[in-house]
């Protein structure tokens, strides 16, 4: 079956400390993988996609296909990181659609 | 230009009516998206429209769920004789064909 697995609901860290988000995955295929992000009173919203190879707002994530995880890493946590954070999977295809599989995200809290 | 735009955004009904849920793509986003999210838990896939052409319809949880796209652009979710576990936001997505996808702010349904 294919699913995404994000192990911790709530994951706090004090500003500065380095940060890492676990997403691991089951799917047979191929697999495109993302983490979105939502912060307070906003969308949710690309952060980063794994073909792109980007850092973005200092986070990266590595797809490592032995594993099957995806996890998010930033080195030095800020507060305004604080959001909570989806790993997601592009699984099922029909045609040119690409339904996203999610897991049920990790609260990121950044403290000073 | 705007991005995904969903109204209501918020919808109270009570138990057995029936609700419609308005969602306005990205304009030229051929692709279009509904996911339910219930409460602590991440979004879940309901159906994908390719222009008007409703490709997948899976996730639908039951009969009760219709959705449209009738002119390949704004498109609406309809749920009939409503139930207590329909409570959830309703969260729809547009994107480019092969591109990532842009959210909206979502509705948020509670049946009473």
């Known amino acids: 079956a294919q699913r995404v697995t994000q192990p911790e609901k709530l994951l706090s860290v004090f500003k500065g400390a380095p940060v890492e988000l676990k997403c691991n995955y089951s799917y047979s295929g191929s697999p495109e993988l993302f983490w979105y992000v939502q912060y307070s009173r906003q969308r949710l919203q690309l952060l980063l996609r794994?073909?792109s190879r980007e850092s973005i707002k200092g986070f990266t994530a590595d797809l490592n296909k032995g594993e099957t995880s995806f996890h998010l890493k930033k080195p030095f946590a800020q507060e305004e990181d604080s959001a909570m954070y989806y790993c997601?999977?592009?699984?099922?295809?029909?045609?040119?659609?690409?339904?996203?599989?999610f897991g049920k995200g990790t609260t990121l809290s950044v403290s000073s | 230009g705007a991005g995904v735009s969903q109204s209501p955004r918020y919808k109270v009904a009570k138990r057995g009516q029936d609700v419609a849920l308005r969602c306005d793509p990205i304009?030229?986003?051929?692709?279009l998206f509904w996911y339910q999210q219930a409460l602590g838990q991440g979004p879940e896939f309901l159906t994908y429209f390719q222009n008007e052409a409703q490709l997948d319809k899976s996730g639908l949880p039951s009969d009760r769920f219709f959705a449209e796209r009738p002119e390949g652009s704004v498109s609406t979710l309809k749920i009939q004789r409503t139930q207590q576990e329909d409570s959830a936001v309703y969260l729809c997505a547009s994107s480019l064909e092969g591109q990532p996808q842009h959210f909206g702010d979502g509705t948020r349904l509670s049946i009473l």
């Open positions: 304009s030229g986003h051929v692709s």
């Open positions: 997601a999977l592009s699984g099922r295809s029909n045609q040119a659609g690409t339904a996203l599989i």
């Open positions: 794994h073909i």
